[in-house]
């Protein structure tokens, strides 16, 4: 079993309900964990992992972080079959004047 890491992902989105969240893209920070199996040759690539969530949630434009998790993770999962767990960790360190905002979710499969 690997593991990949993918931390710190920085990029500006709308996410949130409040009104100026939907107004304003803020700071988001994705942090990925991935468990897998290779088999034979195949493996995944870190890089298109980090593309599709940074596209998707700037695209989604989602209201709730939990929404944005659930279709990102699904998506992942479904491009590469190998995945045995995945954690995903979205922030918003910007919300809150005192701390960073978090909601992580993790699916084994």
Do not use: W
């Not at 949130?16 to 803020?26: I, W």
């Not at 940074?54 to 972080?65: A, N, T, V």
């Amino acid at each position: 079993m690997y593991t990949i890491h993918i931390e710190n992902l920085k990029l500006k989105a709308v996410i949130g309900l409040l009104d100026f969240e939907r107004t304003n893209s803020q700071t988001v920070i994705a942090d990925c964990m991935i468990d897998y199996v290779r088999e034979d040759d195949t493996f995944i690539d870190y890089a298109i992992v980090a593309k599709m969530i940074e596209e998707m949630l700037k695209k989604g434009e989602y209201f709730l972080i939990e929404d944005a998790l659930d279709e990102i993770i699904l998506a992942i999962k479904d491009t590469f079959f190998t995945i045995r767990s995945i954690t995903l960790k979205l922030s918003k360190p910007e919300i809150l004047a005192n701390c960073t905002v978090s909601v992580k979710k993790t699916i084994i499969y």
